[in-house]
């Protein structure tokens, strides 16, 4: 890694950049020079004019002669009047000068403090308000920043999209920014040159396009919602008339962009509001999850589901899915059936309701028929605060109809509400790279610029983009990392990461809000914008002026506060978003014709019965395998399946039987002579006749941490089939290939049929407590095994039996509360705790090994029949005993109990008898079996959280409720003068839970939302009855079945 | 004769046979005694000790390379995991402590029990108590996520002002394992004095003259010295015999006080000691049989010896196989969940071979010893011996292993396999076990000459027994 | 008298060997009969005989012990009060700090050790060991001593001891051989 790139001087001053374009005309232009030096404010240095005028020559011999100074020349210069940029600049510099001390000391010189700025007090971090882009969509984020070093993204709670929750991604974005294999520098045909050289190949290009119109020039991005580029490409496309911008977002929902476009005749997108919605029905739509909204949604579903004993009352949740989802494990009544069936099912039920009709070609199971009887039934009692859900991957005709579905049901501007699209300029993504590739092979193309995206690996097979990619004659892959697509280019852009540059991006009800730098770029790297400078003759621009007088001209127009727009940007920074921007929702009706054709097609679809439907869905943790490369992601288990590192061919029991494969048997998929290898993982819940194959792996170069991962789902996707293809053919080939698993893999592993045991276990020692809506008010202590009093560990008999008298706690009692009702196992508390915790990534083999690090882990049952069980999540972190096991074991005293209750690791004690997760019941202890935290690589070392101490190898270590963060709170009210209160601290896990099902708080004051949950009779403690009187409780889980359904179904014994 | 016939009644009391093999050959004389003893140390060393003590080594170089591969990357080499935190280390420990007790109870509580055929197979029981602690003695150490720190385990006062955590089984097994050690030692050197006397008189080189001349004291044999001697060797017998109790009790509770459904038992103490002496005397047997034979000690080391010590192994692998009934039946009785679970799975679970194995090698085959052929017939005797020492460490594998790997929350449950590290470890103690052993036949005495004197006919001599 | 006065430095004693312990026994018993009391017998394996003859009945032994043994359990119990009660009171798993269970362990483990190791040097210190040089060693037959033989030193140091009567005292006990020991 290149260490002169951690320790930037000062900004360089503009005169070199600026100067630099200008001189390209190699004869030096001395008016333009000294009109610069003018405008320079304070001296500015030069060694001799080549120099001042960064000709390219000068340049060029600047690499040669000092390569690694060479950056600091080409710098895009920040905002350099700026006091923030200042000091995210020093205190960067000072960081890495603290770091300094423990790795061999740079060659280069760093910049030392003048004057200590008085916002940077090290050990005190800053908060900055930015903006998480995933998928062209943002959210709100407020970004931690430790003397300089972004270390942490939470949600913004200003924020509409994010209300103060995060998800995986954004959790895991802060790693990607310290990436060691994060390309670092600008490649020519893998020689390292200078923005200055690009620029000098791409101008005289440009200039002649300009001439013909552009019409050779492409641009190819992803989803695009940033105002800012939006505007860019506006002028571009003024410019280059005959130029075009493609588009290709391989794991958007290209078919609600359709739906939208037949029923409603504009590419509307649909808010819904859950707070509204008492009876909802998914048809396979993960859409707490998953999708520009799910944080918001997530959020408003659990508002309705957060039952206690004062408000017993909570929405109902249908869920006709194949692929079990998160949303899914939440449902009431859940059935799995294959795809064609979730169509008919759709068909059915909108027969039912009387807006379609028609009837699925293949009849449904009577099962199936009862519960579209029941649906309908309950949608149409509640008119208007019913909702239904089409997975946005979903066929168009499924979508149709539930466009129809909930017009139908008056939930149109109540529960779903229709706004202008947030994508900028909205394509036919499919379409425009189709569009695309057959310009490519017509030879059209003069230059193609990918900005973001690969689409080398991502866009349909059937495509070849590869080969027609390689017609285009001038190539620019603008990206991240050096990706499949950045191998077949000439050039390669690194492109800035979020958190070093400036942006601006929408959310999914519109809201803008810009993205600001934490941190001098790392390497040597360009934003999109500055990229786009290019066409627009302003190469010198950087994107701070370009994001800037966007928003100059347009914060107005976005009704902002009147008067000084400085101020309004200022405030819009602040705040992390953009008043006014959300899209207003307007009125449009669906044309009937639409949903009979849709009904049409479903009721004429004749499905094979013995078909089996391959479905390709965005993987959980890798997305669409651009986050492939990021080790937090690939350790992360797949909420569903628990699968780390790699992806596999999940399908159901049923399934699986009738196939005779096992878990990790290797069989053959093949597809109209398409074939991968893919190994078989068995999951309980998934549809018969059908398979999932989840995206973003399989990568070719992706690094070291994402290369050859999995198998690559998108060698099988074509572009009549990009989510789901019917008739695929599955041979086994008698290999099998181990896959790592965080759960219950070695029951399988051990051949014999284990799981059915761990399954007995489960439900006779009920880890989770479940139970139904009605039978919990008949009796609200139903969860716990003796009526009466709810079984708190002061009430247990177990309390009896102890002949040791109880620690009395007095002042803070450091407690969590878990609410499984709404827990749905989304995983960004896990890595949220890692990022918090600075938790080592340890790598498939140690994760065979069972040697998982997650100090919060996620454990999944399964209840019930395997071929359609209910799911349960539940979020373990360390219990915080107050009678503690582990601490009674340890010979040296390393685990010990604090006066508020904490169980207490001291690292620096351990010697490492690991007697304590023997002992613990919970095994929520983690060991260093070997060295796990990377002490070689500088750059990963800015991103520790200096508040937490890094493990040495042969130590315990466990879940600490944050304490570091309950130390700060702490110290910061006693500075006030006052006690920790509500609002003060939570835990990483808390914060970043989208539903508040984790709330963390003090048991000995009332106003927290976790000692209220503890005094409701859904709380229980896990394994209660080893009186190890847990600070972590957890409230049940309760399920509001349709009592038409009770009894009748399978379903309805299963609670 | 007689004297020593109506001395000679069995541990277990049966009833006197017309013929009882005597504790020593007849025609001995206290000069013969010294002689024959004394010659295996001072004679020439015989070509295949050199043979056997090179191949112990070469084991021992086994364990030196694990431990150095272990120092340098980790306890990560060996297939310890979440949620089976101890493995082989932990299993070695308590089957190597196990074996010590036969030597401590030989020496201490027979002596007690005025058992005289005791007299001419306790030193070398007690010498093999030591080499078995000695290679316990590591493992816990070597476990350790960061062995240099093992040290912390001591109470002694430093500048951090921390000391042990003394409610922790670990702690109290630092203090019991360390002074069943102490004494262990202390035992067995005091009883080496006279005899270290002897050869210090008898030595014919210098360099064997100062060594055994330094380590005997300038041991007279005085009638005041043996005065005290006694009372102090007595004294140190009936010190020894509460701590061979203790030490396996102690050892038991590192189990016994965890919460871990299969160690949460109060059974442990009396089963694991009756375990650790039936093992014990296992080994004395794997070991004196063959070595017997090699140096023609059959008349020292008799019959009777082979049959008594059979007979103490039979009574208690009796009690260790009433151990495995009770828990069964406490899992059952408890109308605890876990606890039932926990036995099911150990002997239908993913480890019911070892269960079945660990069943046939300590509670079937030692049945074999009902039969006086088997007892009185070294070759046999030794098989079954060999089915113990196995059968013992399966034991200690199940307990440890299958409790652990599927405790109370399903969810972490998980598999345990032992690594080539872990073999190469514990094979290796077998070689550094193996290597002190020969070390000792070779340079010490392994029968002790003076108290076999006291047993020659006429000697006059009172064994071992208290001044009134 | 002034010749004796001389050869007393010089010489140690005399010592006489037996074969068998029976003579030793009954030698033993005339010697202490004629009234000497420097007397010391050497045999290869304890003889209770002879130390009973000898008049060797009460060793300290015992009490060593008992006192090694309290100063082990009070001083073991002490520590683990004083460190959870003093020294570092930590809260430990929600048990109480003078958890006395858990205490006797390691105390009774203090008491067996302490015990012990007063023993073994009690024995040491009582029997004068370590001694590396004593005069009976200057006698070449002593060797014997430790194999099977069995000998009676008379010492000089005995106000009965007179050369020339002391050895004919000796002689008329049947030994195998008496010899002068040097100082």
Known sequence: MNESDDQKPGPPTEATDAIGRMGQSTPIDLEAVQEKLRAEPGPAMWRSLDELAGTPDFQEWLHREFPRQASEWVEPADDGVSRRAFLQLAGGSLGLAGLTACTKQPLERIVPYVRQPEEIVPGKPLYFASTHVHGGYGYGVLATSHTGRPTKIEGNPDHPASLGATDVFAQASVLDLYDPNRSQAIVNLGRIRTWGAFVNEASPLLKAQQALGGEGVRILTGTVTSPTFADQMKTILAQYPKARWHRWEPAAAHDEYRAAVAALGGPHDRIYDLTQAKVILSLGSDFLTQGPGSLRYSRDFSRGRQVRAKRPVMNRLYAVESMPTNTGTLADHRLPLPPDEVAGFALALAAALGVASGAPAAPLSPRAQQLVAAVAKDLQANPGASLVVADGYAPQAVQVLALAMNEKLGNVGKTVRYIRPVEADPVDHLRSIQELVIDLNAGKVEALFVLGGNPVYTAPADLGFAAAYQKARLRVHHGLYQDETAQLSQWHIPEAHPLETWSDARAFDGTASLVQPLIEPLYESKSAHELLGLFANQIDASAYDIVHAYWQKNLHAAGAAGGDPEAAFRKALHDGLIPGTAEPAVTAAVNGGAVAQAAASISGAKPDPQAITLLFRPDPTVYDGRYAGNPWLQELPNPMTKLVWDNALVVGPALARRLKVQIEDVVEVSIRGRKVKAAVWVQPGHADRSATLHLGYGRWSAGPVGNGRGVNAYALRTTDALWAVAGIGLKRTGDTFNLASTQNHHLLESGTDEMPTAEKEVMARRPVRTGTLPDFLKDPNLVHEKPGLPKTPETTGAEDLTLYPRYEYKGYAWGMAIDLNVCTGCSACVVACQAENNIPTVGKEQVLKQRAMHWLRIDRYFEGDPDDPQVHHQPVPCMQCENAPCELVCPVAATVHSAEGLNDMVYNRCVGTRYCSNNCPYKVRRFNFLRYSNHDVPVLKLRENPDVTVRMRGVMEKCTYCVQRINRAKIDTEVAGRTVVPGDVQTACAQACPTEAIVFGDNNNPAWESTKRKADPLNYALLEELNTRPRTTYLAKLRNPNPDLLGATPEGKRI | MATIDERAMLPDGLPEKPYRPPVLAPGYTPGTVTDKISSVVLAKTPRWWYVAFGLSFCVMMLFLASVTWLFAKGVGIWGVNQPVGWGFAIVNFVWWIGIGHAGTLISAILLLLRQEWRTSINRFAEAMTLFAVACAGMFPVLHLGRPWLAYWLFPYPNTMGLWPQFRSPLIWDVFAVSTYATVSLLFWYVGLIPDLATLRDRAKNRVSQIFYGFFSMGWRGSASHWHNYEAAYLLLAGLATPLVVSVHTVVSFDFAIGIVPGWHSTIFPPYFVAGAIYDGFAMVLTLTIPLRAAFGLQDFITTRHLQNMAKVMLATGLIVVYGYGIEIFFSAYSANRYEQFMILNRITGPYHLHWILLIVCNAIVPQLLWFRKVRTNPVPLWIVCMFVNVGMWLERFVIVITSLHRDFLPSSWGMYRGTIFDWGTFIGTIGLFLTLLFLFIRFLPMISIAEMRALTPGSRGEGMETPE | ?183
């Open chain 3, 1 to 183: 008298m002034s010749i004796h006065i001389e050869e007393r430095p010089i010489l140690y004693g005399l010592m006489a060997e037996f074969d068998t312990p029976e003579d030793l026994i009954r030698a033993v018993e005339r010697v202490r009969a004629t009234g000497f009391r420097q007397v010391e017998a050497y045999t290869p394996y304890p003889i209770e005989e002879v130390s009973h003859a000898l008049g060797l009945h009460h060793s300290w032994m015992s009490l060593l012990v008992l006192i090694g043994g309290i100063l082990g359990g009070t001083g073991g119990y002490l520590l683990q009060y004083w460190v959870n009660l003093y020294a570092y009171p930590m809260n430990v798993g929600g048990r109480p700090m003078h958890s006395w269970p858990a205490f006797i362990v390691p105390t009774f483990e203090c008491t067996i050790l302490m015990a012990a190791l007063f023993a073994v040097f009690g024995m040491f210190a009582l029997n004068g060991l370590p001694q590396p040089y004593h005069p009976v060693f200057n006698v070449p037959r002593f060797a014997e001593a430790s194999r099977a033989h069995f000998f009676l030193v008379i010492k000089a140091a005995d106000p009965r001891f007179d050369r020339q009567a002391t050895e004919k005292l000796l002689s008329d006990l049947n030994p195998s051989e008496v010899a002068e020991v040097e100082v």
